[in-house]
T-cell receptor, first 114, second 112 residues
Framework: AQSVSQHNHHVILSEAASLELGCNYSYGGTVNLFWYVQYPGQHLQLLLKYFSGDPLVKGIKGFEAEFIKSKFSFNLRKPSVQWSDTAEYFCAVNAYTGGFKTIFGAGTRLFVKA | DVKVTQSSRYLVKRTGEKVFLECVQDMDHENMFWYRQDPGLGLRLIYFSYDVKMKEKGDIPEGYSVSREKKERFSLILESASTNQTSMYLC???????????FGNGTRLTVT
């Protein structure tokens, strides 16, 4: 069965700082990878996705993520965070295990100080 | 734009009650999912369905059942609610099994 591990549960940054959120997964087969974001009071929405091809993918609002297959990792990055990036971020792995399932990590709460 | 609608935003139920959580999507998606979201645990998959009348267990199906009689509607049933089922319940849908998920706003259920 697949599983997802997010390294940081809480991150506090000042505006303009760089962000990197770690995500590792365990599954030996082909995976599709996602980052979702949940802003305060809002529903979960897709930030970016990786299916195949270029392992560096770009998403909305200046976020990007890099898939490193050998490390089973899919870390999220942003060069300069803004106060409006305060949210909870979830890494997710989709794989076929008798049906396509998407499994989520525990989430990382990011707080950006103005 | 895809809309996933959960019938209730907040629910308060008593222990032992039968609870129905309803979810409707308007984009003819094949796949629908129920997750529960708890602080520090992220989202955990309860059940999913890839077709009408079809259902598959997720990672934490115990204490829950589901119903999908129509393509657009996926119901989560708590046969006998318990306090450890107090949580935020999220419904999601997707057109294909490996597509990104579209989420509803969630139902915050409190069981007393």
């Amino acid at each position: 069965a697949q599983s997802v591990s997010q390294h940081n549960h809480h991150v506090i940054l000042s505006e303009a700082a760089s962000l990197e959120l770690g995500c590792n997964y365990s599954y030996g087969g082909t995976v599709n990878l996602f980052w979702y974001v949940q802003y305060p009071g809002q529903h979960l929405q897709l930030l970016l996705k990786y299916f195949s091809g270029d392992p560096l993918v770009k998403g909305i609002k200046g976020f990007e993520a890099e898939f490193i297959k050998s490390k089973f990792s899919f870390n999220l990055r942003k060069p300069s965070v803004q106060w409006s990036d305060t949210a909870e971020y979830f890494c997710a792995v989709n794989a076929y295990t008798g049906g396509f399932k998407t499994i989520f990590g525990a989430g990382t709460r990011l707080f950006v100080k103005a | 734009d895809v809309k996933v609608t959960q019938s209730s935003r907040y629910l308060v139920k008593r222990t032992g009650e039968k609870v129905f959580l309803e979810c409707v999507q308007d984009m003819d998606h094949e796949n629908m999912f129920w997750y529960r979201q708890d602080p520090g645990l992220g989202l955990r998959l309860i059940y999913f369905s890839y077709d009408v009348k079809m259902k598959e267990k997720g990672d934490i199906p115990e204490g829950y059942s589901v119903s999908r009689e129509k393509k657009e509607r996926f119901s989560l049933i708590l046969e006998s609610a318990s306090t450890n089922q107090t949580s935020m319940y999220l419904c999601a849908s997707s057109p294909l099994g490996n597509s990104p998920l579209h989420f509803g706003n969630g139902t915050r259920l409190t069981v007393t």
